[in-house]
């Protein structure tokens, strides 16, 4: 069944970063960029903090004390004020935490070392011994310059308030990709349809709705599409003049009399660039261009389809939107009970859940009502792995989570 | 400073979850309701797959062939076909992937093991010892009444995709929890007005509308509140009214002059359960409730509220949602670098880089401009923590990535 010249996972990836490049860039407001992907550097464009402050409610002294050996009061700053004073010998201010520091002052005394007796400040042996100087100076957090977020690495809830302390009230990120999706097959039918003996709903389409979501991508549903040339026609062609970055279907896959997709796909101008692969699930799935447009054909059935949308679609999905970690993270873990693969001949992904346990990576196959955490790798050569034994997995959590 | 009565982070923990039970319940369409959390567990309301349906294109045979031996094409079923068909004795019937298998019918041939001569099949000895019938039973991926979601965790795209094909058009969820959140500090501006030399962006507005989306809320910002009475007394008052879910504060919560928050609190009718709480950070943050609110003060530096929100606010938030997995995730990991503890007395958490190496749990600690990924806890009486060291840690990814 499967062809000499279907390429292995690896190549299929090659094939699909080389037609894959980042999409053009837009300015977005900062409030809007959790998660999207700068197009360059974003370095501070001001030092953080922006000014020297104190970290304490308390006194801020000049360098000497007056003749009597005194510091006497002068006034307040407050956190927010304009501060435009400069403190002569002998002179302390009280101030709050966040507040700037005055010129001349060099360094503030917790208000729990001190009293105050009249205009005189008295401070006591722990505060007058402190080290700290309880003064966060300008630029000591972020230095203006500093790389806040590298090129081609999603922002994060916590960038963005680093970007907004740094000068940013907008950035420059890549467009979000836009997908156009639809299912195949006669017997499929909408979740609100009637269905009759030998029909079902097609579960696909909530499936492609939500994973290309989750991957930064907008999606828009082409519905159902039978299996027929007419009708494959008909969606190719709506396709090909709306020009999405990325076209996915389901089903229509296989060597059998109804399945019309890859004859359909090149009717339609499509560029055929594999049409199966060397690992299961992967035996019937394609990958071309039509026009401007990637286009990735996957098989029927829905687990099928998540594993090759991880695999296949995602690292495409995050390429287009700049980033450069595109793939599934692959890391060892351990087996908590043998796994049996189903096939000797090629690499076999299976469907698991990972859990740490006590500082380990481990994982077991996922049950069919289970939500799948990892991929496991069973290698061509092994039909059964054992319990304890280590593997490699494919995570399938997004870039986005932190 | 700590108070002796200050809880610990634990004692925190089952505080907030007593004044914490899951919000009424809607019903939503599937297609809507990736991370959402059903209130009931959420069995299969029909057997998948829904009829006994053919797995290859090929042909499907009665029992018995007829007298001659042979098997007689009498049709096709396509997928999608009405079949109210009955096979009789040494009939066969061209099936396709996905079609009903008619009654009658005990095993399918794939179409590669057969040949056809006139309107007799020829089926290969390889087609006729082959144990696999080539049927998948009804109910056989997923019988009817198996749980599909239990209550309490969230609902992912896979789901959604399972729970189309056992029957579900709507799922009963718990409402998201509405947040409203204030910034108090009179040195604060928006990210566009200008600004002046003291004055600072509020970097945790940021923070607090993006995290408080990452785990399934829908935020409010009321905006920046200065450090006066008035001012936090309006902002109370307009939350005593529009009675959101959960108020959260940054700043205001040191022991200055201008940390006027807890008694703007209970001025408003607030009741403090804690307002210190024996770690660090948290020395300085309150929780309590403002009517049908729940309140979080928060300091002010957003590296704490970052921290703070994951310990406390999070849980607060996915418990709300009804989710029954509601802390972070606690796991051991291997330091790949030395760590400093800035104090002795008490539980100190650092931000920190989660990786995974060879298998194994490691971090390090988290640079500035580096986005968090774990909480690293130091021990009460460790001040040095050594490479290659075994330490606790929290997992800040949301539960909502599978």
Redo the contacts between chains.
Sequence with gaps: MDQPSAPDLQTAHRLILEQTSALPVQSIP??EA?HRVPSRSLPALLPS???NHST??GFVLSARPDRQGHYRIAGEI??????KIHLATGEAWRI?????LPAGGVRVIP??QCTVEGNILRISSKGLLAKNSFIRKQGS??AQG????PAGTPI??????????VG??EVPVHLQPKISFFCT????VG??AT?????????????L???T??FGAMPTDCGLVG?NKNELHRVFATLDSDQPDVIISTGGM??????LLEDAFIEAGGQVIYNALKMRPGKATLFGTLGQSLFFGLP?P?PAV?LLFHELVRPALLALQGIKRCFP?R????LTEPLSCPQEKILCLKSGIFQ?N????TARSAK??E???CYLLCPAHRRQLHKGE?IQAHL???PF??
């Design positions: 900062l409030e959790l903090p922006g000014f304490r409610d407050a956190a927010g004020d304009i501060c709050m935490t966040g507040a700037q208000q729990e957090n972020i500093k790389v806040i977020v994060q809830a916590e960038h963005q308030a680093l970007l907004a302390g940013y009230t097959g006669n017997e499929l979740p609100t269905k009759l003996s030998g029909q079902k709903v097609s579960e696909n389409r909530f499936l709705k939500s994973l979501q989750l299996d296989g060597p059998g009399k109804y399945d029927g829905p998540h993270e890391i060892r873990i351990r740490i006590n500082g380990i990576c069919k009502s939500a799948t955490s280590w399938t959590n997004s989570q932190s």
